[in-house]
């Protein structure tokens, strides 16, 4: 059932010895998870360490865990295709659940550990196969937890609106109130004018409510896909736009691509690289609209032919006084 | 098929910030006391957060929750955060 599951070696991703004290191993986890934390953090994979961290720390950090975790002694290694044997964890006790799973999944919780973890642990930390099951008996009428999701959206889609399906995998209580993972599909309608970084909040859309009490909501939280030429930065967005010497310097009209289509552009004399033309009212819409900044480069034309150096010369001619390496 | 109503421009109560983020009354509170959440209202059951409040209260309740410190410090990360987000985009 478990088809591809790898073993995970907790001292190698804390980078610690086997015979590490709970000091080390507390040090050690606490300037990794600082590291790693993916609110500080903005690396891609940051999440995946901080997750893979945590994980090795609740195993080693808790006495009876890490105990259970040492008997498969050295002749595992990272990544090697793992089964539990039978029983393995005979004799030994689980107390406590995971650290930070604030209820049921919370809604501020980056999410679960592997399969690993609970193929040894069981879910959330709990007694181990076939233990208690999750949460009997709770009867009261309670609201439906909050959930958040991250989704991400091209950047025109800021631009025009636009309609989206999106698959939700969010714990659900089935019939008998077993916790079960299920996929929702829902269609959502992303509003114009989002910008990266806002909440939507559906309401009602969170988790189901206990004993018929109301359901949480959802909120979604939006982010760009990143462009190949669009810079976004709050409601502004930025585009290279890419001259010829003399454009920049006698002055041009270019055609420059924004997110909602090609617009042109006056680009007045003396507009040397770097130099930003803003278009008003260009960037994300809304109230107000933020503006497209044009980011002027200049592109040199090589020299090949005869003619064409022959103007490159008759151009320093011209400029004898210019002095680009002038303090 | 029935398409959920999308809000953009919400506001939360202190009660609803709480149930979104996970965190305790608290907690909150002592973020706002010390500036690193900005609610309109002048007292606890009047205020009303701004939608962009919620990701920084959820950074701060994964701060709290993850390197058990205080409000001070969350106030200060986010701060130091903030700064890093300005310095990013300059030379983005």
Redesign the interface.
């Given at each position: 059932m478990l088809a591809g599951m790898k073993f995970r070696d907790y001292y190698e991703t804390l980078g610690v010895a086997r015979t590490a004290t709970l000091d080390d191993i507390k040090r050690a986890y606490?300037k990794l998870?600082?590291k790693f934390?993916?609110?500080?953090n903005?690396e891609k994979d940051a999440e995946a360490k901080f997750k893979e961290v945590?994980e090795a720390y609740a195993v080693l950090k808790d006495p009876e865990k890490r105990a259970a975790y040492d008997r498969f002694g050295e002749n595992w290694k990272a990544g090697q295709d793992f089964t539990p044997p039978p029983n393995w964890d005979a004799g030994f006790e689980f107390s406590g659940a995971r650290p930070?799973a604030?209820?049921t999944g919370?809604?501020?919780?980056?999410g679960e550990f592997s399969e690993f973890f609970e193929s040894l642990f069981g879910r959330g930390g709990m007694g181990a196969m076939g233990g208690e099951g999750p949460r009997q008996g709770r009867t009261m009428r309670g609201?439906g937890?909050?959930h958040?999701a991250k989704v991400v959206i091209p950047l025109e889609d800021a631009y025009t609106g636009a309609?989206r399906s999106l698959a939700l995998r969010m714990p659900e209580l089935d019939d008998e109130g077993r916790v079960a993972l299920k996929t929702r599909n829902?269609?959502?309608?992303?509003?114009k004018g989002?910008r990266a970084?806002?909440?939507?909040?559906?309401?009602?859309?969170g988790g189901p409510g206990l004993g018929g009490g109301p359901p949480?909501?959802?909120?979604l939280?939006i982010e760009f896909e990143p462009h190949a030429r669009f810079?976004v930065?709050g409601r502004d967005v930025a585009v290279e736009v890419s001259l010829a010497p003399w454009e920049s310097e006698l002055g041009a009209t270019v055609r420059v691509p924004t997110p909602s289509g090609e617009v042109e552009l006056t680009v007045p004399p003396h507009s040397g690289a770097g130099r930003k033309l803003r278009l008003r009212g260009r960037g994300l819409p809304g109230e107000p609209p933020g503006d497209l900044y044009a980011v002027v480069s200049v592109a040199l034309p090589r020299a090949e032919s005869d003619d064409e150096k022959e103007a490159y010369r008759a151009l320093s001619k011209a400029f004898s006084r210019f002095a680009p390496r002038a303090e | 098929m029935t398409l959920p109503i999308v809000e953009v421009e919400y506001r939360l109560t202190l009660v609803e910030l709480c149930r979104a983020c996970n965190a305790r009354e608290e907690d909150v509170r002592a973020w706002v006391d010390e500036g690193a959440l900005e609610p309109e209202g002048r007292q606890p059951h009047d205020w009303r957060f701004a939608s962009a409040a919620l990701p920084r209260a959820l950074t701060a309740a994964r701060l709290a929750r993850d390197f058990e410190i205080d409000a001070r410090a969350i106030a200060l990360v986010l701060e130091l955060m903030d700064e890093i987000d300005r310095l990013r985009a300059r030379i983005a």
């Open positions: 606490r998870a600082r934390h993916p609110d500080v903005k945590g930070g604030g209820g919370g809604g501020a919780d980056f609201r937890e909050d958040h309609r829902l269609e959502v309608t992303i509003p989002i970084g806002q909440n939507l909040r559906l309401q009602g859309q949480g909501d959802l909120y939280e810079k930065d | -």
